[in-house]
Protein backbone atom coordinates (compact mmCIF):
# COMPACT_ATOMS: atom_id res chain seq x y z
CA UNK A 1 0.00 0.00 0.00
CA UNK A 2 2.87 2.35 1.03
CA UNK A 3 4.20 2.08 -2.65
CA UNK A 4 1.35 2.71 -4.34
CA UNK A 5 0.73 5.80 -1.98
CA UNK A 6 4.02 7.08 -3.14
CA UNK A 7 3.54 6.45 -7.24
CA UNK A 8 0.64 7.98 -6.79
CA UNK A 9 2.25 11.04 -5.34
CA UNK A 10 4.95 11.10 -8.01
CA UNK A 11 2.41 11.07 -10.39
CA UNK A 12 0.51 14.02 -8.84
CA UNK A 13 4.06 16.08 -8.50
CA UNK A 14 4.83 15.27 -11.90
CA UNK A 15 1.25 16.86 -13.48
CA UNK A 16 1.86 19.40 -10.92
CA UNK A 17 5.79 20.13 -12.47
CA UNK A 18 4.26 20.17 -15.62
CA UNK A 19 1.70 22.69 -15.64
CA UNK A 20 4.19 25.09 -14.24
CA UNK A 21 6.35 24.32 -16.93
CA UNK A 22 3.36 25.12 -19.66
CA UNK A 23 2.34 28.15 -17.51
CA UNK A 24 6.73 29.51 -17.11
CA UNK A 25 6.73 28.32 -21.11
CA UNK A 26 3.78 30.62 -21.95
CA UNK A 27 5.27 33.27 -19.44
CA UNK A 28 8.64 33.42 -21.37
CA UNK A 29 7.58 33.52 -24.41
CA UNK A 30 5.08 36.25 -23.89
CA UNK A 31 7.84 38.14 -22.15
CA UNK A 32 10.63 37.89 -25.21
CA UNK A 33 7.18 39.19 -27.65
CA UNK A 34 7.60 42.11 -25.03
CA UNK A 35 11.06 43.13 -25.26
CA UNK A 36 11.00 42.55 -29.31
CA UNK A 37 8.30 44.81 -29.17
CA UNK A 38 9.58 47.40 -26.53
CA UNK A 39 12.99 47.06 -28.62
CA UNK A 40 11.29 47.52 -31.77
CA UNK A 41 8.64 50.63 -30.59
CA UNK A 42 9.50 54.24 -32.24
CA UNK A 43 11.26 56.11 -29.70
CA UNK A 44 9.18 59.12 -30.93
CA UNK A 45 5.64 57.16 -29.65
CA UNK A 46 4.97 57.07 -25.99
CA UNK A 47 5.55 53.49 -24.40
CA UNK A 48 2.53 52.31 -21.50
CA UNK A 49 2.69 50.22 -18.95
CA UNK A 50 -0.13 48.87 -17.27
CA UNK A 51 -0.16 48.97 -13.66
CA UNK A 52 -3.74 47.63 -12.04
CA UNK A 53 -6.10 49.34 -14.06
CA UNK A 54 -4.49 52.02 -15.14
CA UNK A 55 -1.90 52.96 -17.61
CA UNK A 56 1.43 54.97 -17.13
CA UNK A 57 3.88 56.28 -19.60
CA UNK A 58 7.42 54.89 -19.34
CA UNK A 59 9.60 56.97 -18.81
CA UNK A 60 13.05 55.01 -18.88
CA UNK A 61 12.86 52.60 -21.59
CA UNK A 62 15.75 50.75 -21.16
CA UNK A 63 15.33 50.35 -17.04
CA UNK A 64 12.01 48.81 -18.40
CA UNK A 65 14.43 46.37 -20.98
CA UNK A 66 16.69 45.47 -17.71
CA UNK A 67 13.67 44.82 -15.89
CA UNK A 68 12.11 42.72 -18.64
CA UNK A 69 15.28 40.62 -19.60
CA UNK A 70 15.66 40.04 -15.49
CA UNK A 71 12.58 38.67 -14.92
CA UNK A 72 13.12 36.53 -18.29
CA UNK A 73 16.60 35.07 -16.77
CA UNK A 74 14.25 34.29 -13.58
CA UNK A 75 11.99 32.73 -15.59
CA UNK A 76 14.62 30.31 -17.10
CA UNK A 77 16.66 29.79 -14.27
CA UNK A 78 12.88 28.49 -12.78
CA UNK A 79 12.12 26.46 -16.01
CA UNK A 80 16.01 24.75 -15.42
CA UNK A 81 15.40 23.61 -12.18
CA UNK A 82 11.66 22.48 -13.12
CA UNK A 83 13.30 20.02 -15.99
CA UNK A 84 15.91 19.01 -13.10
CA UNK A 85 13.12 17.99 -11.02
CA UNK A 86 10.79 16.82 -13.89
CA UNK A 87 13.78 14.17 -14.89
CA UNK A 88 13.99 13.22 -11.35
CA UNK A 89 9.97 12.55 -11.04
CA UNK A 90 10.25 10.86 -14.39
CA UNK A 91 13.13 7.98 -13.20
CA UNK A 92 11.26 7.93 -9.83
CA UNK A 93 8.27 7.17 -11.76
CA UNK A 94 9.93 4.40 -13.84
CA UNK A 95 11.59 2.69 -11.08
CA UNK A 96 8.34 2.22 -9.27
CA UNK A 97 6.29 1.02 -12.20
CA UNK A 98 9.11 -1.66 -12.72
CA UNK A 99 8.56 -2.32 -9.18
CA UNK A 100 4.92 -2.53 -9.72
CA UNK A 101 5.06 -5.04 -12.45
CA UNK A 102 7.40 -7.52 -10.79
CA UNK A 103 4.38 -7.64 -8.04
Do not use: P
Request: without cysteine; hydrophobic residues 35%.
Amino acid sequence: MVEQQKFQMVIQELQMVAQQTAALHNQESELESTIELVTRHDDEMGLFRQSGAILAEVADRESLLVELKSTKDKISQALSQLSSRENELRQGYEKLAKEFEGK
